[in-house]
């Protein structure tokens, strides 16, 4: 018996459903218009008949109908359901009972017997460790259940077994994220062992995902590891806490937005409940070096944000990974038309610490929350002697560069003004160096999601790599030594690491046999459709020169970037060990800082 949601897209054609919101014209097998979702002038929009799916190539956006419905409607998926039931004529079974075959039905309800699991877990003989942690950091009992915390043993596969035995299947656990393939042999293992996890839920509180933070202060493994990307997880459009943060969003007019699980914990708990945090909740991780994996911020999650308010405080760590989060915020934000300030922490170095060393001055501290020009001003100033010419030249190239991102002309000209006071330089001057003000018009214009998301480059460059390999493999594979997974973004970075894997074995990579490989995770499955609808869009016209040419632009342009974004990680870190006064660390960082110096002249030869 079919179910409801195949009834449905049996009955619809994805062009026809679409086309009633979007002008689409054919184009070849396809059809395209201008995109819904991001602003644009030319089309990028393409909905593709025979896969039922569609894609925008401008902002990455794509799925099949009821995606579309939910983002275009701004629905979750049950209204989605119903407004294409009602389209299609199809009577939905009422009960859409457990055991129903609806897909992602199934993983939440996965996700949340885990949750329950884990829990549980916590409250046994083996969560001593965690709950010595939890102690040790003065989270209490109230918080340990209102933020469902919970601990993953440290066996193989405790968890894939509890869920076993629940009904639910192997491809399902591992499409949920919480189980991976074994590399050797059948079976899966368990994704988080021995450690404390942060369950993430949706807006809907709905559990989508994990963060799991190690117990073992010696660990080898990344402190904090995080869910991947599934199909009921779109790190873009989840932040942690916002369940249970958006009616305090609401009220007080504003969000107070932070990098941690652990920094909305503590808060929390001061009483200050209008609170999220970006971290495990972003696609791409920036560093080694930043504390929890990638603390970035997505334009999908700051417009997420603007449903609930129209200002958000941005309150990072003090370190300078904590800074250039703060400053790409501040461009997304700006972008999404949002007011920004920054809260300045005078104590501790994350708010987690700030709320446990002094709260009053941190609760304080974010109601003083200062506007984005203000803080400019105020770091510069604290950083900089602008009694020398030296300085004075610092701090007017860095506060020139703020101001020019302030959307309010007026605001600019106050600032200006100030900052010729200050400095005790002419206006005229300073008003001749401001960079380009269309500049700043275009990042204040919603439509500027690209270049105000750092990565959006990269993720182009992978996805493109990633699509020539599709469609020009035979040639290209034994061309990609050299090139690390890493220097890819996720989550293109698994696939060509599991293609790279195939083609090492076998001397040739079928992306179909991959997807089975990788137990149709639809993530994986949903990538290599689309950009292999990418390679037939834009490829299709190519010679073979004109393929290596592009070819070997892309590959060229993912191993400079990475070198360069690695040089500057270790630059940073060499400013902080000096400042920091430890030797030993900045021998170390000066010598991969040299190795890699080396590696980038030589690309760039
Ligand atoms: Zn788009």
């Known amino acids: ?48 008949r025979e896969k039922q799916i569609w894609h925008c190539f401008g902002c990455g956006l794509g799925g099949d109908i009821f995606e579309f419905i939910e983002k275009f409607e701004n629905v979750d998926f049950p209204e989605a359901l119903e407004i294409l039931a009602r389209k299609a004529g199809v009577e939905l079974s009422r009960e859409v009972q457990p055991g129903a075959s609806n897909k992602r039905t199934r993983l939440f309800q996965l996700l949340s017997e885990a949750v329950n699991f884990y829990q549980e877990q916590l409250k046994s003989d083996p969560g ?27 066996e193989r596969d405790k968890l894939a077994n509890y869920l076993r035995n629940k009904g639910f299947s192997l491809e399902e656990l591992i499409a949920a994220g919480v189980a991976l393939k ?83 914990i503590s808060s929390w708990q001061a009483g200050i409940k209008n609170i999220v945090a970006v971290s495990g909740t972003a696609l791409v991780s920036e560093t080694n070096y930043s504390k929890e994996e990638g603390s970035g911020f997505k334009y999908e999650q700051v417009k997420l944000l603007k449903r609930y308010c129209n200002e958000i405080r941005l309150c990072f760590d003090a370190d300078l990974a904590g800074q250039s989060a703060s400053e790409r915020g501040i461009d997304l934000a700006l972008a999404a038309e ?42 510069v100033f604290k950083k900089v002697d602008v009694k020398t010419r030296e300085g004075k030249k610092q701090a007017a190239k860095f506060l020139l560069a703020a101001i020019a991102k302030l959307p309010d002309p007026v605001e600019r000209d106050f600032y200006i003004k100030r900052l010729a006071r200050d400095l005790d330089v002419e206006e005229k001057s300073l008003r001749e160096s401001l960079p380009n003000p269309r500049m700043s018009n275009q990042i204040s214009a919603p439509v500027a999601t690209p270049q105000a998301s750092r990565p959006s480059r990269e993720q182009m460059l992978s996805e493109r790599l990633i699509a020539l390999l599709i469609k020009f493999g035979k040639e290209f594979w034994p061309q990609t030594t050299g090139l690390e997974p890493a220097m890819l973004t996720e989550p293109e ?85 000096e400042r920091a006064q430890q030797p030993g660390e900045l021998e170390e960082l000066s010598l991969r800082y040299r190795e890699v110096a080396d590696q980038l002249a030589q690309l760039q030869r």
């Open 338 to 379: 949002l007011e920004v300030k920054i809260v300045a922490l005078s104590q501790g170095k994350d708010p987690d610490e700030a709320a446990r060393m002094n709260l009053v001055k941190f609760k304080q501290e974010i109601e003083q929350a200062l506007p984005i020009g203000e803080y400019a001003f105020k770091s």
């Open 1 to 48: 018996m079919p179910n409801d949601v195949d009834q449905i897209k049996s009955r619809l054609d994805v062009v026809d459903v679409i086309g009633e919101y979007v002008s689409l014209k054919q184009s070849g097998q396809n059809w395209k218009g201008l995109c819904p979702f991001h602003g644009e002038k030319t089309p990028s929009f393409m909905v593709h």
């Open 493 to 577: 970075a698994e696939l060509y690491r599991q293609a790279h894997l195939q083609y090492t074995e076998s001397q040739r990579v079928d992306f179909e046999e991959l997807k089975r490989e990788l137990n149709y995770e639809p993530t994986y499955n949903r990538l290599i459709d689309i950009l292999g609808l990418q390679a037939e869009h834009e490829f299709a016209e190519f010679t073979a020169a004109e393929a290596t040419k592009e070819f070997n632009q892309v590959n060229r342009e993912l191993k400079l970037n990475y070198l360069k974004r690695q040089l500057k990680l270790l630059s940073d870190a060499i400013s902080q060990a």
């Open 128 to 154: 001593s460790s965690a709950r010595q942690y939890l102690a040790s950091r003065g989270v209490t009992a109230e918080s340990i259940s209102s933020f469902a915390l919970g601990y993953a043993p440290a």
């Open 182 to 264: 074994s590399e050797r042999g059948p079976g899966i293992y368990d994704r988080f062992r021995d450690r404390l996890l942060f369950p993430i839920f949706d807006v809907q509180d709905r559990a989508v995902g994990f963060g799991g933070r190690t117990l073992d202060p010696n660990a080898k493994e990344a402190k904090y590891i995080n869910s991947p990307q599934t199909a009921i997880y779109n790190k873009s459009f989840v932040l942690y806490n916002l369940n249970q943060a958006k009616s305090f969003i609401k009220d007080s007019g504003y969000a107070v937005v932070v990098e941690g699980y652990m920094d909305v």
